[in-house]
T-cell receptor, first 116, second 113 residues
Framework: GAVVSQHPSRVICKSGTSVKIECRSLDFQATTMFWYRQFPKQSLMLMAT?????????EQGVEKDKFLINHASLTLSTLTVTSAHPEDSSFYIC????????????FGPGTRLLVL | TQLLEQSPQFLSIQEGENLTVYCNSSSVFSSLQWYRQEPGEGPVLLVT?????EVKKLKRLTFQFGDARKDSSLHITAAQPGDTGLYLC?????????????FGKGTLLTVNP
């Protein structure tokens, strides 16, 4: 199988602080990783696409300076929410793909962020 | 503008009933995927349909891709409480480094025992 993990599974932080979320592909190399955001009972909204070793491509309306994405290796991508505010509270989900030719995305279990 | 429209948004039925969830778009997709997501977890891929008119079966679940590759349906026969969850359709667009999924809003299914 293709397993993707996320850490932490849930995090509570104070407004104004930064939070880092890790996404790891455990048993395959992920050329491409995706970050999604999901509000309660709503669908997944793509935030950005990252390819190993290059800058992430952000979707329209997503602030790249607020949501920093680093894809430093073929098994790890990180999302850092900088200067978090209560409206950033959400469920953040990553996915990983083996290649760039449209292969299946394997989703992580998600990270629940609560900003107080 | 929502690229993929799913209906119904909410569905509550009794165990043993049949149901159909629809996913419609004005855009053509290279393929379409259906996922099931449980609370607090990431979505799990159920099926990918690629060819217009394609029908795939997964036990009691039947997936169909429209002839024009713009719409899809998911039919569940004799629903069970274990089928409860959020069902998401996702259209695959682009290719190469521009490949990405566009998700519908989802259908929240509750199957009551």
């Amino acid at each position: 199988g293709a397993v993707v993990s996320q850490h932490p599974s849930r995090v509570i932080c104070k407004s104004g602080t930064s939070v880092k979320i890790e996404c790891r592909s455990l048993d395959f190399q992920a050329t491409t990783m995706f970050w999604y955001r999901q509000f309660p009972k709503q669908s997944l909204m793509l935030m950005a696409t990252s390819n190993e070793g290059s800058k992430a491509t952000y979707e329209q309306g997503v602030e790249k300076d607020k949501f920093l994405i680093n894809h430093a290796s073929l098994t790890l991508s990180t999302l850092t929410v900088t200067s978090a505010h209560p409206e950033d509270s959400s469920f953040y989900i990553c996915s990983a793909s083996r290649g760039t030719r449209g292969e299946t995305q394997y989703f992580g279990p998600g990270t629940r962020l609560l900003v107080l | 503008t929502q690229l993929l429209e799913q209906s119904p948004q909410f569905l509550s039925i009794q165990e043993g009933e049949n149901l159909t969830v629809y996913c419609n778009s004005s855009s053509v997709f290279s393929s379409l995927q259906w996922y099931r997501q449980e609370p607090g977890e990431g979505p799990v891929l159920l099926v990918t349909v690629v060819t217009g008119g394609e029908v795939k079966k997964l036990k009691r679940l039947t997936f169909q891709f429209g002839d024009a590759r713009k719409d899809s349906s998911l039919h569940i026969t004799a629903a069970q409480p274990g089928d409860t969850g959020l069902y998401l359709c996702a259209g695959v667009m682009g290719g190469g480094s521009n490949y990405k999924l566009t998700f519908g809003k989802g259908t929240l299914l509750t199957v009551n025992p």
